[in-house]
């Protein structure tokens, strides 16, 4: 064979990769770029369209469910009493979080705040704090109890943000 004959090997990394393998690791990246959006700022995720919003804000909604369930089971378990204070607790939760969405899918839509979006996220947190006191004050319900229902939120945000991370993780991995 004559030296004209041979073939130099193809140092290129892109060729040691059949088009099967190609195209799984085209593919996983591109779903690592579609799960690191869940880490950017909204400023910079002006191409998610109008449905990935609403599958977060309805994921998130069952985790709140979910969460406000196991508050009120365990609550049910080990103290019937604080019961009532609990469900309130969830409940004061369960209303602002129902007109926050409203107010936040207006505000996307429209992408201008108004004076009369700022009153309103004032009149609900009042109304908040109205019932609250209400129900500290006249209907001898427990702090503790309403605090409890009040952590509900808390504990959907936790679980939410451990599913998104371990769902960017497996993802990734």
């Not at 950017?40 to 998610?48: C, F, G």
């Not at 702090?143 to 943000?161: K, Q, R």
């Amino acid at each position: 064979m004559s030296s004209k004959e041979r073939k130099k090997p193809d140092l290129n990394l892109n060729s040691l990769y059949s088009d099967n393998t190609h195209d799984e690791t085209n593919s996983l990246k591109l779903k690592i770029n579609m799960y690191q959006n869940l880490f950017k700022s909204p400023d910079e995720l002006t191409h998610l369209s109008q449905a990935d919003r609403f599958n977060q804000e309805y994921v998130f909604r069952k985790f709140l469910f979910f969460a406000t369930t196991i508050i009120v089971i365990v609550t049910s378990l080990f103290s019937i009493d604080l019961l009532p204070s609990v469900l309130l607790g969830c409940g004061v939760i369960g209303f602002n979080y129902f007109w926050t969405t409203l107010l936040v899918r207006k505000l996307l839509a429209e992408k201008k705040l108004r004076v009369v979006d700022l009153i309103f996220s004032v009149a609900k947190f009042g109304v908040s704090i109205i019932i609250l006191f209400v129900a500290i004050q006249y209907l001898n319900l427990s702090p503790t109890g309403l605090l409890i229902g009040l952590l509900n939120i808390v504990l959907a945000t936790i679980i939410y943000s451990f599913f998104r991370v371990l769902r960017f993780y497996k993802i990734k991995a």
